[in-house]
């Protein structure tokens, strides 16, 4: 958010631009088909995200549950596996949260497409794009909380440092693609 508050181009901005573009394109073309289809490819996306984030964070607690009832009460050990779990909870239920409003976005621009002539469906679209960003975002983040768990805190504190190397690679923008370009 920092590059893109300073005027600098990001990923994330050139695919909100990108899909910008796209519905406009769709609206001056009438490709109603076209946009469907394409949103109902996207939706799909979204939702198997969204049930396998919250698939594996029930598996998690099954058997994080377990765990924790056999260990002994106010035990460190104890403590910190809750502890990971909370963040894991969090992280996860954060991204399938973000796939969801995604999805449920581009639901409504779907329904909106051709009887909508404003720039309402591509300010849809654009968020839809920022919240799978975000599910994304999470999802990323919720690794590190499994490293955590699994490795404990030196390989927390390893991965911690590859994932913000990573965040700062993927942060910028393409240097090939041009959503200008794009559509012509």
């Given at each position: 958010f920092v590059k893109e508050k300073n005027g600098g181009k990001t990923w994330r901005t050139s695919q909100a631009d990108t899909r910008e573009q796209w519905s406009q394109f769709v609206r001056k073309t009438e490709g109603w088909l076209y946009a469907v289809q394409t949103l109902r490819n996207a939706i799909t996306a979204n939702t198997f995200l969204a049930t396998t984030v919250l698939t594996l964070?029930?598996?998690?607690?099954?058997?994080?549950?377990?765990?924790l009832r056999t260990s002994a009460r106010g035990s460190i050990g104890r403590e910190q596996l809750m502890a990971q779990f909370v963040a894991i909870t969090?992280?996860?239920?954060?991204?399938?949260?973000?796939?969801?409003?995604?999805?449920?976005?581009?639901?409504?621009?779907?329904?909106?497409?051709?009887?909508?002539?404003?720039?309402?469906?591509?300010?849809?679209?654009?968020?839809?794009?920022?919240?799978?960003?975000?599910?994304?975002?999470?999802?990323?983040?919720?690794?590190?909380?499994?490293?955590?768990?699994?490795?404990?805190?030196?390989a927390f504190m390893v991965s911690a440092l590859a994932f913000t190397q990573y965040f700062r690679k993927i942060d910028s923008a393409p240097k090939d693609a041009k959503p200008k370009d794009i559509i012509a």
């Open positions: 964070l029930t598996l998690i607690s099954g058997r994080i549950w377990d765990i969090i992280c996860m239920l954060s991204s399938a949260y973000g796939f969801l409003q995604s999805a449920r976005l581009m639901t409504h621009a779907g329904f909106m497409f051709p009887v909508n002539t404003g720039t309402k469906v591509d300010s849809l679209i654009r968020r839809s794009q920022n919240t799978q960003w975000i599910g994304l975002r999470w999802l990323y983040v919720s690794l590190n909380m499994f490293v955590w768990t699994i490795g404990g805190d030196t």
